[in-house]
């Protein structure tokens, strides 16, 4: 069923509430704006839940302040007006969650190893040598190159590569994974199979997951919630349930998932 929210008026200065702690709200944006400093209005009062366990993408036109609002998520940006709450405290280290960003493209060091790019978070915390390669090791059969550690960036296609930028989000054992449309570059085979293996993952290790998307098909068939933003500046136009348990490769067939797209693409017409 779809869930429309209507625009919100764009105040001058926004209300900020004060909230106590919420264990099952994981990620809040209250009220959020960002104006950059050449003028820019990116986001105007954005309030967004995360509940613990949701995967969540982030859909609408260029230049609606979705990667604005993952980099506040993450911790990157600072809003302008408004704040973003971890569990209700007022930075992830406060409130114990461990989250991990994936970005467009992959980022490996060329000169490394795929287990040494993986690894690297881990490094830089100092992270005992074995209980480190034990964690890489675990990261990379989740990811599927469980037999490519000992490879170098160069040697591996770009879905290959991608799936080494996530295992180096996984191998922090993070509580939320936030996403910036991490397969936009890719074939379409190539991104429906790293699809199917991201909606295992996050089902298997219970991770919460904040995807930005242009495309409507993948957030229909990855999310549990769809978030439809529009541009100029960047405002929640709907917030819609996806509840199909089935996200085999035979529901990318089905009726309810044509339904859901067209759904989404009136949405989005809207939005621009």
């Not at 509430?17 to 919420?22: I, K, M, Q, R, Y």
């Not at 604005?68 to 406060?94: C, I, N, Q, Y």
């Not at 490769?249 to 797209?261: I, K, M, Q």
Request: hydrophobic share 45%.
């Amino acid at each position: 069923m779809l869930m429309q929210a209507l625009p919100i008026p764009v105040p001058t200065v926004p209300t900020v509430l004060s909230l106590p702690p919420d264990a099952d709200t994981v990620l809040h944006a209250n009220q959020v704006e960002k104006t950059y400093g050449n003028g820019t209005h990116a986001l105007a009062r954005m309030g967004l839940r995360i509940q613990r366990g949701d995967f969540v993408s982030l859909l609408g036109p260029s230049g609606c302040g979705k990667s604005t609002l993952l980099k506040m998520f993450a911790g990157l940006e600072t809003p302008s007006h408004g704040h973003v709450r971890w569990a209700g405290f007022d930075s992830p280290a406060k409130s114990g969650l461990k989250t991990a960003m994936v970005f467009q493209e992959a980022t490996l060091m060329p000169w490394t190893t795929v287990a040494g790019n993986v690894r690297l978070p881990l490094d830089l915390h100092g992270v005992p040598r074995a209980e480190a390669d034990a964690r890489v090791a675990t990261a990379l059969a989740q990811v599927g190159l469980a037999s490519f550690g000992q490879s170098y960036p160069r040697e591996l296609s770009g879905g290959m590569q991608m799936r080494a930028s996530i295992a180096r989000a996984l191998v922090t054992e993070p509580d939320v994974l936030l996403m910036d449309e991490p397969f936009g570059a890719l074939d379409e085979f190539t991104r429906n199979k790293l699809d199917a293996d991201l909606r295992a993952l996050w089902a298997a290790r219970g991770l919460t997951v904040v995807f930005v998307t242009h495309s409507i098909y993948e957030a229909v068939f990855l999310s549990s919630r769809v978030v439809m933003m529009a541009a100029r500046p960047g405002r929640l136009i709907a917030d819609v349930p996806l509840d199909e348990p089935d996200r085999s490769e035979t529901y990318r067939l089905s009726p309810a998932f044509a339904d859901h797209c067209r759904e989404l693409s009136a949405l989005l017409m809207s939005a621009h």
